[in-house]
């Protein structure tokens, strides 16, 4: 059974290498760049695990948006929020809006794939998750 990942990130080296790391026969990733791409692959399928940046083309609220929709639409999933730009009041609402995790950019990918291995996703550092 592959788990179907999300990841959300206006930066495109940032994106495929998220993509890279999650690119692995038990998974299936979508990496789109912008809010309405995510809200439209929301509102396709349920996702596992969602990966999203907090501001979303330059607007400091749209990856809250991306929380708010995926709560509604994939409420089991593990949600990693990550920013640049961290204050207490994002990271609240973050967490307020469903995030499982707030990650500071640069985020370590090993940090990233221990937390998806923890929730049963498979990546390239981490290819036999726990069950």
Known sequence: MTRPILIIEDE?????????LFDVAATSVTAVATLEEAQAALARRPFDLIISDIRLGGKRDGGLQV???SGLLSPEATVIALTA???EEVRLATLRLGATYFLEKPA???V???IAAKH???S??????AP
């Open 67 to 69: 929380m708010a929709a």
């Open 112 to 114: 990233i794939a221990g």
């Open 124 to 129: 390239s550092i981490h290819p036999e998750p």
């Open 85 to 87: 730009f961290p204050d």
């Open 12 to 20: 495109q080296s940032i994106r495929d290498s998220l993509t890279d």
């Open 120 to 122: 049963g996703v498979a």
């Open 108 to 110: 370590d990918l090993e």
